[in-house]
């Protein structure tokens, strides 16, 4: 049995991820799909939002976990017995400096730990966690860049999150 994780920051998933996640649930027997924290952003959703949006985007998919962990990702695979490898998606040459750094990091932390790149599907290389936020925030339509399942949603915390923003610049009277 071949179990793989497919760690990221999900904030939030986009059609990208889900791309991801059901190609790499047909190579492995199992996937985990981790929300992690990268210390270095700020993020939109909760942990528990994030991993919500996932559970709602991957329902009556069988041979999908969705966990979460607030440490390194070398540490979790650490602790987890029962993963193999990492996979992550890769939308462009752009993406590879940044997740060979990390492969070669957290292989350094646990020599187990090794990782696989799935190359992203065409038609989806261009969607990012941060390009529908923006979209959201200024009330464009998401539909087609995140499952329509968590699309409303998405589009509702995003909105009113841009609108709180901008009420504190007001108040404030700073610029955005
Ligand atoms: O979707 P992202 O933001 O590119 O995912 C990056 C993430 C969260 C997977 C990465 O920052 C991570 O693994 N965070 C946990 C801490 C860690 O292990 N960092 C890697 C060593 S530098």
Known sequence: MKTAIYPGSFDPA????????????TMFDKLIVVVLINPLKSYSFTIAERRGLLEKAT???KNIE???????L?????????????????????????EFQMAHTNKDLNPRAETVFIP???NTTFISSSMVKQVAMFGGDLSKYVP????????????????????LAVLNQQDL
């Open 14 to 25: 986009t059609n990208g991820h889900l791309d991801i996640i059901k190609r790499a649930s």
């Open 59 to 61: 329902a009556g998919m």
């Open 66 to 72: 969705i966990d979460s962990y607030d440490g390194l």
């Open 74 to 98: 070398a540490d979790y695979f650490t602790q987890r017995s029962d993963v193999d490898v990492i996979v992550k998606g890769l939308r462009a040459t752009s993406d590879f400096e940044y």
């Open 120 to 122: 992203a599907s065409a």
């Open 148 to 167: 329509a399942v968590i699309h409303k949603e998405i589009s509702v915390r995003l909105k009113a999150e841009f609108e709180e923003k901008k009420r």
